[in-house]
């Protein structure tokens, strides 16, 4: 079974960088977050309302001050930004812009790290996945060199996927 936060952290694209930044500035208005993001305002909206669904982030009750936060987090999205902000940095570090992996790139870095280096495990580590979804996120990691294809000769050819230097780094984060 793949880590609940992890799958709920990559379930939104801005989620990590979001709940990073609002844990760095213990909160922020609107505005802020889309220029310190560089988001569109749909975007941004939707992803508040995602991290608001999961209970990470609530609108500040005090705000109407000019500098108050309008936006702030939980208990819960504490703990959540910490975990984000960790990702967010080694993100940073190898050059991936944010939120730069698909809805299942992190999951499947961690699956990759915890030995489920066949297309059939990875499928069945991230059951919700489909196989479109797990294929995309597996080209989608090799494209930005986190991830490797071997195709083992014999019949049929067998697949196995590990990680480069630079997606052990992301999956140290991960985890």
């Avoid at 990590?16 to 844990?23: E, I, M, Q, R, T």
């Avoid at 030995?115 to 989608?140: C, E, I, V, W």
Wanted: aromatic residues 4%; positive net charge; proline residues 8%.
């Amino acid at each position: 079974m793949p880590d609940p936060l992890l799958a709920e952290l990559s379930g939104h694209r801005w989620l990590v960088p979001l709940l990073a930044d609002l844990g760095g500035h213990k909160g922020a208005r609107f505005v802020e977050l889309i220029h310190r993001l560089g988001l569109p305002r749909d975007s941004l909206t939707r992803t508040l309302e995602a991290a608001t669904r999961n209970g990470w982030v609530q609108r500040n009750p005090g705000h109407g001050h000019p500098l108050r936060p309008e936006y702030i987090l939980t208990k819960a999205g504490a703990d959540a930004a910490r975990r984000a902000a960790t990702i967010a940095r080694a993100q940073t570090e190898l050059g991936l812009p944010p939120g730069a992996a698909t809805r299942w790139g992190l999951p499947i870095v961690a699956g990759i790290r915890t030995g489920h280096d066949r297309f059939n495990a990875l499928s069945r580590h991230l059951a919700p996945a489909s196989p479109r979804a797990l294929s995309q996120g597996l080209k989608a990691l090799g494209r930005h060199g986190l991830v490797t294809r071997d195709v083992i000769d014999r019949l049929p050819p067998v697949s196995r996927y590990g990680l480069t230097r630079r997606g052990e780094l992301l999956a140290e984060a991960c985890l």
